[in-house]
Structure formats: structure tokens, C-alpha cells
């Protein structure tokens, strides 16, 4: 009896591997895989879109990807820094000044965005619009008006504290 289960597991092990070594590398998408020009690999194309673009199918050929090697110019601001990793005042001050200057024309942004906002909100009671025969709907914007405002006044509180946490 032993012998006959030793048999079937060979027979089976048997017909395992031959199945296994009749699939196709690519088994999985069922798709060839295709090499198109500028190193593209893919294998979401047709037969006829491939043959378009000029890619050539690969067959069982492994495929390796290299990482590309870094670039010799790295940023000016890091080949500045000491070697201690301390970044050097001048930079640091410049970022700062950027930064200010940034928050600021958002700050000047939002609070012209939010004075307009309260403008139509009109406390509360916007105009009617001509499109706004259903009274939900003028209700909507209304709300829609008084949110609007609300996260522009979290927006405006948040540039503020950054503005505060950079250096003048």
C-alpha cells in the first residue's frame, strides 16, 4: 500500500511540474509583455498599439531594473551647510525672509477672499439670485456662505501663527 502512495505522489509531482513548466512567464495579465522606445515596459497594450508605437514583445526574458545614478550638481544650499549639518545663517535667514513674504500675500489674499465673502453673505441675508426661485435654494447658499467664511477665518488664524513662528 505504501508503495502505491509513493507512486501517486510522484505521479503527481510529476504532473505539477510539467504544468508549471508549460506556463508562460507572464501568466498572470495573460497580456506579452512589451519593450517600447525609451525603456518603457508594459504590458497594457494591444497587439496593434504596440506594432503603432514601436515596441518589440519580450519572451521570457528577465527583466532588471537599474537604479539611475544620482546627479553630480546637488543643491547650492546643501553643498553650503557645514559639515556639522547646521545650515548657514545667511541660508536660513533667506528661507525666512521667503517664507514671510509668502505667508503674507496668502494673509493679504484670504482676508480680500473673506471680506468678499461677507460682503454676500450680507449678515446673513444674502441677495436673491434669479436662479434661486426655490427658496432651499437660496437657504443652501446662505449656509454654503456662512461655512465659506468660517474656514476662511481657520485659515486666516492658522497663517497668523505661522507667521508668528517665523523670524522677522
Known amino acids: 500500500m505504501k508503495s502505491c502512495n509513493v507512486a501517486r505522489i510522484g505521479c503527481w509531482l510529476g504532473a505539477i511540474s510539467a504544468l508549471c513548466s508549460v506556463v508562460p512567464a507572464h501568466a498572470e ?13 508594459t504590458n497594457s497594450l494591444s497587439a496593434k498599439e504596440a506594432l503603432d508605437k514601436g515596441c518589440r514583445t519580450l ?3 528577465p527583466i532588471t531594473i537599474i537604479a539611475p545614478p544620482k546627479r553630480a ?6 553643498s553650503k551647510q557645514p559639515a556639522d ?6 541660508v536660513q535667514k533667506a528661507r525666512d525672509s521667503d517664507a514671510r513674504r509668502i505667508l ?17 453673505y450680507n449678515a446673513g441675508e444674502p441677495e436673491r439670485r434669479g436662479d434661486e426661485r426655490n427658496y432651499q435654494k437660496y437657504l443652501d447658499r ?3 456662505l456662512k461655512a465659506s467664511i468660517a474656514r476662511k477665518e481657520n485659515d486666516i488664524a492658522a ?3 505661522e507667521l508668528a513662528k517665523v523670524a522677522p
Open 29 to 41: 495579465g495573460d497580456s506579452p509583455l512589451y519593450r517600447c522606445p525609451g525603456d518603457l515596459y
Open 142 to 144: 446662505a449656509a454654503e
Open 159 to 161: 497663517i497668523k501663527r
Open 85 to 90: 549639518n547646521r545650515i548657514d545663517p545667511a
Open 104 to 120: 503674507e500675500t496668502e494673509l493679504r489674499r484670504d482676508e480680500d477672499r473673506l471680506a468678499e465673502l461677507r460682503k454676500e
Open 73 to 78: 550638481g546637488a543643491p547650492a544650499a546643501a
Open 59 to 61: 519572451e521570457g526574458a
